[in-house]
């Protein structure tokens, strides 16, 4: 709930601090005096658009505080705002409450900060949306959109996993057909792409490349095309070495090799008696059998080298079925294989063959008939809880001073246009509009008297009316067993003058229907009515307390709000009549709640 609110700089507000308590606040004064700029403030703080003609003349900005606390909340409610609070790197008071504040530059630009931290005012928004439900002058005007009564009766209803299962199937069917849409356009270029890419895995696997393959054959074809420099290089080493290809050593080669040489010095050294040219000639033999190794080596090197030139030209007709791969499809033979791997996956689904098609085709009937029962199962439970809140309303509106009134709710389908794309046919024939909240449309409607034809609630009510239409469905949702799953329990109401164009009789059942709705939630009012004040716990007043017409909030108790009541009475807040008139008011309203409260 809102326990605090500060406000600097804001309209007819120099500087003023408002505290609230739980169940029912009202805010009265004089007209001028800025009591609507406290729910200006509250609708900053819910990330409503800055206006910096709301900044108070003089002054560089407007600054508007909140202190919010959480403790209250569903378990569900409270996650959401444990989560907004972490992502924005937000943190909670010493006492676990959260501020949350705007500031209007006189010059335009507004920030938004959230737990000592500045944040997006949407940010600002997702906090303080799950907290605070206001209902302005303007906000009343709202109830006369289809998509706010469609939401109004879906809380009431509390179809919340009805609707999921209805757009999870929705969404499904969607897909599946444009993705049958998108075969049918394009069947002939699905064709010939997948020719295209079947011709070239093909090639490419007629070649069969081996990775890394392109760059081994560059080594080995450079060594083919220096086969007689090797030859010699070899050549000349083992002869170096041993003295010869063959076993028919010439005598003198034998006698010049490194082999004989060394033999003969590990020979003389071996021979004496001396131990360290012993051990000179165990180290000239171990050097002897690497010259042997080696030797040997060169030969079996020697005897793989190719003869002739069809070893090397047998390499360069690979290189250039190679290259021709390389040529088409990318820069080397890895980049080939890369290729053709996506290609094949791309092939596989291309399938454009008439037993796919008709696979997809009674796949996206499935589909359909998965929305036609999620939509219908919606629908149906829309339709029964239409029949419950209607009655439900018309009974507050007969608490209203609207007696005979007749609130009725209206649930149609909605009818699919020309070459809709979300077009539903459901099992009585009859083709409708699949939508992102199914496929109705509901509409509330008003009969303000007794034999009065029941029109669109836009066509039928009052200013008057509309507000009292609002609060009877706003205190049917907080008070009904079916929304309480969901309800908004810990969060705050607030209304800007719901009691605006009524007065006497239905202006005591507003009081006491907004002190009924304070039950379960905290609400604030701003109110110039008696008959509603004297219904709150708690009554602030918001008066001219400073230069240049300055306006602060007051905190009224006893007698004080005696004489507030008496001036709203009759403005003589001086008089013993007036003051009589307002404890009687007072009185009467205290009995009231105690009455409600024992039902």
Not at 52 to 77: I, K, M, N, W
Not at 195 to 200: K, S
Request: glycine share 10%; proline share 2%.
């Amino acid at each position: 709930m809102l326990t605090e609110i500060r406000i600097e700089s804001l309209g007819a507000i120099h500087a003023a601090t408002a505290e609230f308590d739980r169940g029912l606040t009202v805010l009265t004064g004089e007209t001028g005096t800025g009591k609507t700029m406290v729910v200006t403030g509250l609708h900053l703080l819910g990330g409503a658009r800055a206006d910096a003609t709301r900044v108070r003349s003089g002054a560089a900005r407007a600054v508007v505080e909140g202190r919010f606390c959480t403790a209250d909340l569903a378990p569900a409610a409270a996650g959401q705002i444990d989560e907004i609070l972490e992502v924005s790197g937000a943190e909670r008071d010493e006492d676990g409450s959260v501020i949350a504040a705007r500031s209007v530059s006189a010059d335009g630009p507004s920030r938004a900060y959230l737990g000592g931290r500045g944040v997006p005012a949407k940010s600002l928004s997702g906090f303080t949306g799950g907290l605070l439900t206001l209902h302005g002058q303007n906000d009343q005007l709202r109830l006369m959109r289809p998509d706010e009564q469609r939401g109004a009766l879906d809380r009431f209803a509390a179809v919340d996993t009805r609707l999921q299962r209805y757009r999870s199937a929705r969404e499904a069917w969607l897909s599946a057909r444009r993705e049958l849409l998108d075969r049918n356009n394009r069947a002939r270029e699905l064709a010939q792409e997948a020719d295209r890419l079947t011709f070239a895995l093909r090639e490419i696997d007629a070649v069969d490349p081996q990775a890394g393959e392109d760059d081994a054959l560059t080594v080995e074809i450079r060594r083919l095309s220096e086969l007689d420099a090797l030859r010699a290089a070899a050549s000349g080493a083992r002869a170096a070495l041993a003295g010869g290809l063959d076993d028919a050593v010439d005598a003198a080669d034998a006698a010049t090799s490194a082999t004989y040489r060394l033999g003969q010095a590990k020979a003389a050294l071996t021979a004496t008696d001396d131990a360290a040219l012993q051990a000179l000639g165990e180290q000239l033999g171990e050097a002897l059998t690497v010259v042997d190794d080696v030797a040997r080596e060169l030969g079996g090197y020697l005897d793989e080298l190719p003869t002739g030139a069809d070893a090397l030209d047998a390499k360069l007709a690979r290189q250039a079925e190679l290259r021709s791969l390389t040529r088409k499809y990318a820069a080397d033979i890895d980049g080939v294989l890369a290729w053709a791997a996506q290609s094949r996956d791309r092939l596989a689904q291309l399938d454009v063959s008439e037993e796919t098609m008709v696979a997809l085709s009674a796949r996206v009937e499935d589909l359909a008939e998965q929305v036609v029962k999620t939509a219908t199962d919606l629908s149906a439970a829309r339709g029964k809880a239409a029949r419950g809140l209607a009655k439900a309303v018309s009974a507050e509106l007969s608490g209203l001073a609207m007696a005979d009134a007749e609130f009725s709710i209206g649930v149609s389908h909605s009818p699919a246009v020309d070459d809709d794309p979300a077009a539903l046919r459901l099992p009585s024939g009859q083709l409708v509009h699949a939508g992102a909240d199914g496929i109705d449309e509901v509409e509330f409607g008003l009969a303000a008297h007794r034999g009065m034809t029941v029109l669109p609630l836009a066509k039928s009510a009052s200013g008057g009316e509309l507000s009292r239409v609002m609060l009877a469905l706003e205190v049917v949702l907080a008070t009904s067993s079916l929304s309480s799953a969901r309800s908004s329990a810990g969060t705050t109401m607030v209304f800007d003058e719901v009691d605006a164009g009524v007065g006497g009789r239905a202006a005591v059942q507003i009081g006491r229907r907004l002190a009924r709705l304070a039950r379960t939630h905290q609400v604030i009012v701003v109110t110039h009515l008696p008959q509603v004040a004297a219904y709150a716990d708690v009554h602030l007043m918001v008066e001219a307390s400073g230069r240049n017409g300055a306006s602060g909030v007051r905190r009224l108790d006893g007698e004080d709000r005696v004489a507030e009541l008496a001036r709203m009475l009759a403005g003589l807040g001086e008089t013993d009549t007036a003051r009589a008139h307002a404890r009687e008011l007072l009185d009467a309203a205290q009995d009231d709640r105690r009455a409600d409260a024992h039902e």
